[in-house]
């Protein structure tokens, strides 16, 4: 049984701040972030899934054993068990990279690497989606619970400022 987590970082290449600027003058929030799953089984054992891009743009698999998650993580989401071994998802891996061989900014880049296995560990096939994709879901609810969180501290903020104005006038 493997316990699989999503995780998101920061992009690290040349483009990532020209994205992050696309993207926040088409939707209002950068979501260019890197994608990558860790998988850990009985024995407490994480292994790092995830794809890289050469100088040249081909794609290269990385299955690593890690021991503990990236640091400059910034949203880890667990997304369930799995009957599948480390055997398994790495065959899965090895399937895309075999389809996929070349970086596309559109249609082959670590996003639909990381949707591609989702969707075919049968577990995972309940998994909530927005327009299609698990990632879209897990950026919309982190944007949403950050504006929760905004909302509550500018409730908070009036109710602060509404008891020292009181203060003041008695």
């Not at 081909?58 to 690593?64: D, R």
């Not at 998650?69 to 949203?75: C, I, P």
Request: with cysteine; aromatic share 8%.
């Amino acid at each position: 049984m493997l316990r699989l987590y999503l995780g998101f970082q920061p992009l690290t290449d040349r483009i990532g701040p020209v994205l992050e600027r696309i993207e926040m003058k088409i939707w209002g929030d950068a979501r260019a972030r890197h994608a990558y799953l860790v998988a850990i089984d009985e024995n407490e054992e994480m292994t790092l899934i995830e794809i890289k891009m050469t100088p040249r743009k081909n794609l290269i698999l990385v299955f690593k054993k890690i021991e503990c998650f990236k640091m400059n993580t910034l949203q880890l989401e667990y997304l369930g068990a799995t009957v599948l071994n480390i055997g398994s998802l790495k065959s899965l891996s090895n399937m895309f990279i075999e389809r996929h061989r070349r970086y596309s900014f559109h249609s082959t880049n670590c996003r639909m690497f990381v949707e591609y296995i989702i969707d075919n560990i049968p577990e995972l096939s309940c998994l909530e989606k927005r327009n299609g994709s698990i990632l879209e879901h897990f950026h919309y609810k982190a944007k949403k619970s950050i504006l929760r969180c905004d909302m509550e501290d500018v409730q908070l903020l009036s109710r602060h400022d509404s008891f020292e104005m009181t203060r003041k006038i008695k």
